[in-house]
């Protein structure tokens, strides 16, 4: 169901008495220091429906490349580019409004090609730099050395 589809599929658990009226979700590929709190406030203030992590990598290629303006609205998200256009990347940690989850088509659906692009079309996704440790531990190499960093 891609990257998208399962929240979908989820839309009656992640509704049931959720008096917030959002959802945090996070990459189970990734490690980092999760500043939950600061997201969730930066999520209250801004009146978007998605707010999205970000942080700053070496090689943004194999990443979503995320530009935003100084208030944090996403201006555009290009999934894994192949020239450089900037360095700031999905970092995999989001807050969702749970009227997002009506967005996502019952199909195969994908956060990064498909909701995320349209999202910052709409001017509806706010980005919040992660400035402390992040990881990608998505290769079994990287989980080792990222489990070492992170201890």
Not at 19 to 25: C, D, N, R
Not at 36 to 43: G, R
Not at 82 to 89: A, E, H, T, W
Request: charged share 25%; hydrophobic share 40%; aromatic share 12%.
């Amino acid at each position: 169901m891609g990257t998208a589809g399962p929240i979908r599929l989820a839309k009656e658990l992640l509704t049931a008495n959720n008096h917030s009226g959002q959802f945090i979700l996070f990459n189970s590929d990734i490690i980092c220091e999760y500043p939950v709190h600061d997201m969730l406030e930066f999520h209250n203030n801004h009146g978007g429906e998605i707010t999205m992590m970000i942080t700053s990598v070496e090689d943004p290629s194999k990443y979503g490349v995320v530009l935003s303006d100084e208030d944090g609205r996403v201006q555009k998200f290009i999934e894994k580019p192949k020239d450089f256009i900037g360095n700031m990347v999905n970092a995999g940690l989001y807050i969702f409004n749970l009227s997002a989850i009506d967005r996502i088509e019952m199909r195969p659906h994908f956060l990064e090609r498909e909701l995320f692009p349209k999202l910052a079309d709409e001017g509806l996704i706010y980005s919040m730099n992660l400035t402390k440790f992040w990881m990608d531990i998505g290769q079994p190499k990287d989980f080792l050395i990222g489990s070492k960093y992170y201890l």
